[in-house]
């Protein structure tokens, strides 16, 4: 699934915990998502780009800079090898990452083309934290 910037709605994963809220403060949510971004092959292997991001949101659904804000993913492969990708910033609304998986071989279908993505998402906004994950599984044809 493409999981756009502009629609923070948790339907590819993520979601976050909403923070602040009450005596007068604004409520944020922090939304995670990973998205795929196509194959590579290499001779009879083959593997994944990925994306994965964090976006700091107000209740309207608009981009807010967080005070600090960052994104971390790992893809895994059914032999236990796995790739990273890992950014922050301060003063930012969103990070995001692009990597690739490593590559797998073998016939499609046969469970060794599982790529298996996990993403944490953690932001900072006026003294209050946020945390949120974003997990998948592609299937590299």
């Known amino acids: 699934m493409i999981c756009p910037i502009e629609v923070g709605d948790g339907s590819c994963g993520g979601g976050g915990d909403p923070g602040g809220g009450g005596g007068g403060y604004t409520t944020y949510t922090l939304q995670g ?7 590579e092959t290499s001779g009879y292997g083959k593997r994944v780009k990925i994306r994965g991001y964090s976006r700091f949101a107000d209740s309207s659904n608009n981009r807010v800079d967080a005070d600090y804000i960052n994104v971390r993913c790992y893809a ?3 032999l236990g090898g796995y790739t990273t990708g890992y950014d922050a910033e301060n003063n930012g609304a969103l990070v995001d990452i692009k990597f690739a998986s490593n590559y797998v071989y073998g016939v499609a279908g046969g469970g060794y083309r599982t ?6 998402h953690y932001a900072e906004k006026n003294g209050v934290q946020y945390n949120a994950t974003s997990n998948t599984q592609i299937d590299i044809p």
């Open 115 to 120: 790529i298996t993505v996990t993403c944490s």
């Open 33 to 39: 998502a990973i998205e795929n971004q196509g194959y």
């Open 76 to 78: 895994y492969d059914m």
